[in-house]
């Protein structure tokens, strides 16, 4: 009955398969430990609380090389994390604007992004992140070259690029609130107020949108809610720069070195631009086969009832064509986040560079510092999966 009663069949093949899988398992596992056993090894965790006796130049949280290599892992990921999210912020906007253009009616632009394209997407990233850091390292000047009046101008009056940093303006206040110390890890008030502020921005704007739709959908007149959105996100961080004096703190040269603003290591700034002009390229294909796949009628259908040609872009095309790109779009930022352990190519300590890289030659743990790799590589893109799953479901067609 198990195997030809229909109502039984499909389970009881599902528990077979289920038993044979962990079978396979659980013999992997322990042929692994017996033949490490054999070799005198064990697997043990506890050199994570170890003095991992070397230094991380890009840091987010205190370290230095008297702590232990836990604290390094969780350094090199909160790197992992920072490259990883500015890639996918500058490659969305990048991608999506060479996607548009790449359609445009004018031939240069559209020629010049379809260059850009096959380009970066027919060259292995690797050769580009090693292209990109010779630019930065036998390109750019020292910067002593940005002394005297005959000296180089910073661009746009704000950054300089140099041959050991890139140094970026920095936001300081002139009437600082302080800090909330939590142990070495020292967060500015003022970030957790501008957090606070956006947290509870995206929260009334989701309440008044939804609102709006009740609205409408009573009536069928949705009422005019783009100035309250726009005063939602726009008046905090002004309230925040008249209140507490913010400014600019640009970067000056003193010496042989700059002083003032952030000196961003040029590592972070190589791997972060040759991730954002590599997955750019695949997202801009992606974008623009999602604008292809709405059909002709609905822009001639937007262009009857006198909207031009940006707003048929900004209002018709691209919401439906969202529905088409944000499931190929989570693949390109799991892809980015895991591209980013080529970090090591140019010397940025992350994930890959502390715990899967320095710690491992250290202290010789290589099956457990790859494992926890492995697992928190796997944690990063089930959230990203998740979290991008959660907004596709939200602007999918919903059929009655």
Known sequence: MLIYDRRYRSLTFQVIVFI???????????????NLSRLGKDIDFGFLFN???????????????????????????????????LGCIAATLL??????????????????????VETFRNIPLLLWILIIYAVFTEITPAPRAYQGEDGRQLILGLVAPTNRYTAIPAIVAEHSPGVLELGRIHIPWLAIMFIGLLVAAVVI????????????GRTGRRPVTWWINLALFAVPPVVLWQVFGLHLELPALAGFNFKGGISV????????????????????????????????????????????????????????ALRVIVPPLISQYLNLTKNSSLAIAVGYMDLRGTLGGTTVNQTGRELEGILLMMLVYLAISLIISGVMNLYNRRVTLKER
């Open 20 to 34: 044979l899988v962990m079978s396979l398992a659980w013999w992997l596992i322990g042929n692994t430990v017996e």
């Open 51 to 85: 003095r991992a006796g070397y230094d991380i130049p890009q840091q987010l949280i205190p370290y230095d090389s008297d702590d232990t290599h836990l604290r390094a892992a969780v350094v090199g990921l909160l790197n992992t994390l920072l490259v990883s999210a």
């Open 95 to 116: 991608g999506i604007t060479a996607g548009v253009l790449r359609l445009s009616r004018n031939w240069l632009f559209a020629r010049l992004m379809t260059i850009y």
């Open 205 to 216: 704007r989701s309440a008044i949108n939804s609102r709006a739709r009740r609205i409408q």
């Open 265 to 320: 290591d040029n590592s972070l700034v190589v791997l972060w631009l040759a991730l954002t002009l590599y997955t750019g390229a695949f997202i801009a294909e992606i974008v623009r086969a999602g604008i292809l796949a709405v059909s002709r009628g609905q822009t001639e259908a937007a262009y009857s009832l006198g909207l031009g040609p940006r707003q048929t872009m900004n209002l018709v095309i691209l919401p439906q």
